[in-house]
């Protein structure tokens, strides 16, 4: 090996050491000795596992508004979006190593349209033991949850102790096969209950700081720029948050930070008063009912 080849490789592997630590959508460079989980989004048929490029990422700890973090949760998420669609829209999905089921009692009590990424993690973490699963994931609205089957296991035998697990936990099963199988892989996004839970509290602060532009009667200039200002905030933070560490605090912690940041740098559309009063308002625990007539989650707030 000639001596800048050896430098090169010097590079990539420093490089890579470098990724232990990661933003939220960024990729994490796993050890050499251990093999990372694919991006869910992308099942490549391959049999060779040199040629198959997978990606061990990080995301948010998967937690309910108003439950605390849950401890060893599974800290893992897909690509970055642009890594994402590249590898689904070039990889073929082994059907025979996919298993997808229709749920019912997860979705998100809170946000229309939305799996609760908090009922899910406990689900997927209990089939992730099942012998022979290899991965399970969520799809956006927790009614589909997707099962990638080890090459070397029994996929009808798998299908069984999955199907039996979830209709002990009432989540009334139902499996897909053929065309509908075919049809929900190649249009759905998968993920992990963290991306749920990110897209939920991304939600719920922004609700929050409508709800207080409404109260408060700003005028049409003022209400767009503090809406703009908060989800910049907010989008900010969550690149910022060290995703690949559990956190023993609850979510209420990023919107105490979210709030004080916020009043903060809404200074200059707001009066003191009101910019105090919009960190108290940001501040406080979800209120029953609080989130009743809250509107279905946007829609660019998409799994990755």
């Known amino acids: 090996m000639s001596r800048q080849r050896v430098v090169v490789a010097g590079l990539l ?29 992308a099942a ?18 998967n937690v309910s508004a108003e439950q605390p973090a849950t401890t060893g949760a599974d800290c ?16 073929k999905v082994d059907i025979a190593r996919q298993l997808v089921f229709k749920v019912e009692g997860l979705t998100c009590p809170a946000v229309k349209g939305l799996g609760c990424g908090h009922r899910i993690a406990p689900v997927l973490a209990r089939l992730n033991k099942i012998e022979g699963v290899e991965k399970s994931f969520t799809n956006r609205t927790g009614t589909l949850l997707r099962i990638s089957v080890a090459p070397s296991a029994d996929r009808d035998k798998v299908a069984a102790a999955v199907r ?28 992990s209950p963290g991306d749920l839970s990110a897209i ?15 109260t408060e009667k700003l005028d049409k200039d003022t209400m767009p720029q503090l809406l703009k200002l908060a989800a910049r905030q907010w989008d900010r933070l969550a690149q910022g948050e060290d995703c ?21 740098s809404a200074k200059e559309l707001l009066s003191a008063e009101q910019a105090k009063r919009l960190q108290e308002a940001l501040s406080k625990r979800p209120g029953k009912g609080e989130f009743k007539d809250l509107p279905v989650a946007e829609e660019t707030d998409q799994m990755p």
Not at 78 to 84: E, G, H, R, Y
Not at 200 to 214: G, H, P, S
Not at 244 to 264: G, I, M, V, Y
């Open 244 to 264: 690949c560490k559990q956190q023993s605090a609850d979510w209420l912690t990023r919107f105490h930070s979210f709030a004080a940041t916020l009043a903060e």
């Open 44 to 61: 490549v048929v391959s049999t060779n596992p040199q040629t198959t490029q997978k990606v061990h990422c990080c995301s948010p700890p």
């Open 200 to 214: 939920e509290f991304r939600t719920l602060a922004l609700y929050r700081v409508k709800t207080f532009a409404q």
């Open 164 to 191: 039996d697990d979830l209709t002990k936990d009432n989540r009334k099963p139902v499996l897909l096969e053929g065309e509908e199988l075919q049809q929900t892989l190649a249009k759905e996004k998968w993920g």
């Open 76 to 91: 893992c998420a897909p690509a970055s979006p642009k890594q994402t669609a590249s590898s689904s829209n070039s990889a």
């Open 13 to 41: 592997g420093f490089l890579c050491a470098l990724g232990g630590g990661c933003g939220s959508s960024e990729p994490c460079c796993s050890p050499a000795n251990k093999p990372a989980r694919s991006s869910p989004n």
